[in-house]
Structure formats: structure tokens, C-alpha cells
């Protein structure tokens, strides 16, 4: 089945411990993207990638690291979690570039509470 | 930098009533434009789009929507509503400047009162 996984699906943890929500996609997309969605504000875009090796900052990057490796997998890194971080994220990709249009497959989410 | 604005946090319909859930956007050149559902405890899932093909664009589960330029309007319908389109639905833009990324909106919620 064609997906976007996300792992893991809830997590509670203390301001200060680092952490890591993996995403994967099972559709050789070349595009993945990061959103946190908070009530109020739709998604917010965090970080994106083109292609493997190729990342660029969002709207609201700040907090966040990513890295593409493998072109299947993007994870989102928390080095020092704050509680303005807890919030509800995304992972997706699509198929396609820069210009792509296509529709963007979305992740179960993964709702991360900072104490 | 392109918008979206979703007029009403809150919608509540009867079932069987009209939906409209309204999207305005901005952007400066020709724009692609989505409508997504979440359902509750699941990601997004697209209903529609629109890429300069036809203005009035048929989706998923009975819904349209129609591209109007003038208005800089992409607002979402469906003649009659059913109990299970209760949800979260988002309006989105690509913006083209970056990459066609999305730009979403805040956001509607659904509510079909039986």
C-alpha cells in the first residue's frame, strides 16, 4: 500500500531531551516536507526537501533539524525541545520538483507534548 | 508571499443542507489551489484540485468547487451533507515562488447536526 508513515504517533517528553520523528514514504517521491499544525493556524510548513541531500527551510524552521539520506526516509529532529514545540506534526511528499503541482500525500501525524 | 483565508473557524449544517466553506486566496500569478479533509485522528487527504483546467472542479465524496479569478475565490460545496463529512477541511495554495510549496489556511471546521 502506497503510504507515508510516521513513527511515533504520540510522545510526551521534557524540555531539554533531545528527540527524532521519523518519516518514511513508499512512493520514490522526490519531495517531502514537515508541517506543524496548531489550532488557529492551519499547517505550517517546517522544513522541505527536494531530492536526497537537498533540504531548505520553511516557514517556521527555527527549533528543527532534518536530514534526507535516502530518498524514502526524512526525519525531523528536535535537538532541544521547548514547550512552544508541542504541537501536532506532518510528514508528506509528493511526486515531482520544484514546479510539481501534484498532490501532496500526508502522514497520521505524530502529536508531540513538551513538559 | 501567497495567503489563504478561510472565512468561519466554525461551520454547522443539518444534514441534508447545503455545505459551502468559503476560501479566498492571494497570489500574484495563476495559482494551483486545494481543498484537503482530516478526519479526526488522521492526516490530510485530498478532495480536489484546481490547475488551470477547468474552473469548476469535481472531488471525493460529492464535493465541487469553483475557481472565480474575479473574486480571487476557490469555495467548497456539496449540495447535501452527510453525517460523515464531519471534519477539519483546508484550503491551500502553491506557491510557486518556492517550489509550489503549500500554503494552507487556518482552517474549518465541519459540523452536520442530524
Known amino acids: 500500500e502506497a503510504q507515508v508513515t510516521q513513527n511515533p504517533r504520540y510522545l510526551i517528553t521534557v524540555t531539554g531531551k533531545k528527540l527524532t520523528v521519523t518519516c518514511s514514504q513508499n512512493?520514490?517521491?522526490?519531495?517531502m516536507s514537515w508541517y506543524r499544525q496548531d489550532p488557529g493556524l492551519g499547517l505550517r510548513q517546517i522544513y522541505y526537501?527536494?531530492?536526497?541531500?537537498?533540504?531548505d527551510k520553511g516557514d517556521v524552521p527555527e527549533g528543527y533539524k532534518v536530514s534526507r539520506k535516502e530518498k524514502r526516509n526524512f526525519p525531523l529532529i528536535l535537538e532541544s525541545p521547548s514547550p512552544n514545540q508541542t504541537s501536532l506534526y506532518f510528514c508528506?511528499?509528493?511526486?515531482?520538483?520544484?514546479?510539481?503541482?501534484?498532490?501532496?500525500?500526508f502522514g497520521p501525524g505524530t502529536r508531540l507534548t513538551v513538559l | 508571499a501567497q495567503s489563504v483565508t478561510q472565512l468561519g473557524s466554525h461551520v454547522s449544517v443539518s444534514e441534508g443542507a447545503l455545505v459551502l466553506l468559503r476560501c479566498n486566496y492571494s497570489s500574484s500569478v495563476p495559482p494551483y489551489l486545494f481543498w484537503y479533509v482530516q478526519y479526526p485522528n488522521q492526516g490530510l487527504q485530498l478532495l480536489l484540485k484546481y490547475t488551470s483546467a477547468a474552473t469548476l472542479v469535481k472531488g471525493i465524496n460529492g464535493f465541487e468547487a469553483e475557481f472565480k479569478k474575479s473574486e480571487t475565490s476557490f469555495h467548497l460545496t456539496k449540495p447535501s451533507a452527510h453525517m460523515s463529512d464531519a471534519a477539519e477541511y483546508f484550503c491551500a495554495v502553491s506557491d510557486r515562488e518556492y517550489g509550489n510549496k503549500l500554503v494552507f489556511g487556518a482552517g474549518t471546521i465541519l459540523r452536520v447536526k442530524s
Open positions: 526537501s527536494m531530492n536526497v541531500e537537498v533540504t
Open positions: 512512493m520514490n517521491h522526490e519531495y
Open positions: 508528506a511528499s509528493r511526486p515531482g520538483g520544484w514546479g510539481s503541482y501534484n498532490e501532496q500525500f
